[in-house]
């Protein structure tokens, strides 16, 4: 079994963590630091709860002046580097943490520090209460660092941005209006980085679900620029192509079912316990001459605590299908138990999608 992120914080990380941070703030009190740390709750705080008590406590040993504070943290960064450390090393996201927590009202301060501290760890996440007090100049810096020499920094033009970010605070302004990111992915489009454009591809995603009409204007207007940007089009693409919006299909090649057929849609496992698998199998067939480009999929609707279905897409494969070409597929879907999804017994149906076309669905039952 992996070992859970939070068991990053050990004692070996902060031994060394502290013999670092007290090259350069030689009063640092560690014993008194590691006490405070180690309190009658720290066992049971999980990942984000113990990277803001660290930040808390690490506060609680420095000194009561803002700038001061973020003058020692930037210059403990070039000393953990130099004693091992690694940049973008999840465990020092509390150091961001401490510039959302304390800097709030020391705005040039701590958007100074931001740009240099996300070159070592990202600050996607302590950047958005920032945007959300100070909209407009908070935009216009992300502007300004999409066109930033390092990369990291470009990458937090888009990251801090995105309106859906996951495990951060939601941007409500932006996901109404997305008009003052688009500037911002416009510069990073064809970023040398993919690191970047990545970033840049789930921020268009995330605009997409409030948005959809906006991302595909976009996609046209950018589509064919380059091989890396159709790429990157094409992941920014996932939930308009699941949501089967035939626009975006034909634009990335997927064109008309016609002369597609499926056959023999049967499910082999009718009732399943959970803990074992859905298993189906369908014959899909190519009646055109010429190869098609298919997107198959398949939906998948799960039971909820209402008695309601929900419905969730999964991705079979993207490829051409011979003409005149007769091909079986066959899936197995597990019914594990696992933390995103609670399982429910009762009905479920499964269908197939291609290119959007959503085809008939099927019964099975999950029982416990």
């Known amino acids: 079994m992996a070992e859970l992120l939070k068991n990053r914080y050990n004692e070996a990380f902060f031994k060394k963590f502290i013999a670092a941070f007290q090259k350069v703030k030689p009063d640092f009190e560690h014993q008194s630091f ?12 999980e990942l984000k709860q113990r990277m803001r008590h660290i930040s808390t406590v690490l506060q609680a040993h420095l000194s009561d002046d803002f700038e001061d504070n ?26 961001a943490d401490f510039i959302e927590i304390y800097g709030l009202n020391h ?44 990369a990291s920094v470009r990458r937090l033009a888009s990251e801090g941005c995105r309106p859906r970010l996951p495990w951060a605070i939601a941007l409500p ?36 679900k409030d948005h959809p009409l906006m991302v595909i204007e976009l996609i046209k207007k950018w589509k064919g620029q380059s091989k890396a940007t159709d790429a990157l089009l094409k992941h920014a693409s996932r939930t308009l192509l699941k949501a089967g919006k035939s626009e975006v299909m034909q634009l990335f090649g997927f064109g008309s079912i016609e002369n ?10 009718p009732c399943l316990k959970i803990g074992e698998s859905l298993i189906f199998s369908f014959k899909l067939i190519n009646r055109d001459a010429v190869p098609l480009k298919l997107r198959l999929e398949y939906g998948m609707y799960y039971q909820k605590a209402n008695g309601t279905l929900s419905k969730k897409v999964f991705k079979i494969s993207e490829k051409e ?19 995103t999804r609670r399982l429910h017994a009762g009905l479920h149906q499964v269908s197939v999608i291609v290119n959007g076309t959503e085809h008939e669905k099927l019964d099975f039952q999950l029982v416990h």
């Not at 510069?187 to 840049?200: A, C, F, G, I, P």
């Not at 597609?260 to 496992?269: A, G, V, W």
Request: with cysteine; hydrophobic share 40%.
């Open 34 to 45: 590691l006490t405070h740390i180690y309190d009658d709750t720290w066992e049971s705080r």
């Open 70 to 95: 973020v003058t020692v943290l930037l210059n403990a960064i070039p000393q953990l580097l130099k004693d091992g450390f690694k940049a973008d090393s999840l465990e020092f996201i509390f150091l």
């Open 107 to 150: 705005y040039e301060t701590s958007i100074k520090a931001i740009e240099k501290m996300t070159q070592f760890v990202s600050c996607e996440f302590a950047v958005r209460p920032f945007i959300i007090k100070y909209e407009k100049p908070m935009m216009a810096q992300m502007l300004s660092w999409s066109n930033h020499s390092h």
């Open 173 to 208: 302004a932006l996901k109404k209006d997305a008009n003052s990111i688009i500037s911002i992915l416009d510069n990073l489009k064809t970023d040398s980085s993919e690191y970047v454009r990545r970033s840049v591809a789930n921020n268009l995603n995330d605009i997409s």
């Open 260 to 269: 597609i057929e499926l056959k023999d849609f049967k499910i082999h496992t």
């Open 321 to 339: 299908y011979k003409g005149h070409s007769a091909t079986e597929i066959k899936r197995l879907q597990p019914f594990k138990v696992i933390s």
